[in-house]
């Protein structure tokens, strides 16, 4: 639960903007394909905790010695997954004040 003063959004939003840097930087390299892998000096990143978490994920796939791409479908994927989470977490919270509310 997200409390007054907490940063959550904060590092929230954060996390979000450095994806989409990270996915944005292979985009414009134009490695969307394992043909087209590079290296990531040559994508222009570093081997952040963020881009290792996305290569966990397979966002990001490894096809030899250090070259990568971005599977953007499985990019779109991850994307309605935070999206559905996002709103069972909301809808999950309306329902709580609502019961909160009416056994006044």
Do not use: C, W
Request: net charge positive; glycine share 2%; no cysteine.
């Amino acid at each position: 639960m997200i409390f007054p003063g907490s940063s959550a959004p904060i590092i929230g939003a954060r996390l979000a903007r450095n994806r989409h840097k990270i996915f944005e930087a292979f985009r414009i390299s134009s490695t969307t394909s394992p043909t087209n892998a590079k290296t990531l000096s040559e994508i222009g990143i570093k081997n952040s905790h963020l881009f290792r978490t996305q290569v966990r994920r397979k966002v990001i796939v490894q096809v030899e010695n250090e070259k990568f791409y971005l599977d953007e479908a499985r990019e779109r994927e991850m994307d309605r997954l935070r999206h559905r989470i996002a709103a069972d977490v909301i809808i999950t919270l309306l329902i709580f004040l609502l019961v909160m509310v009416l056994n006044r």
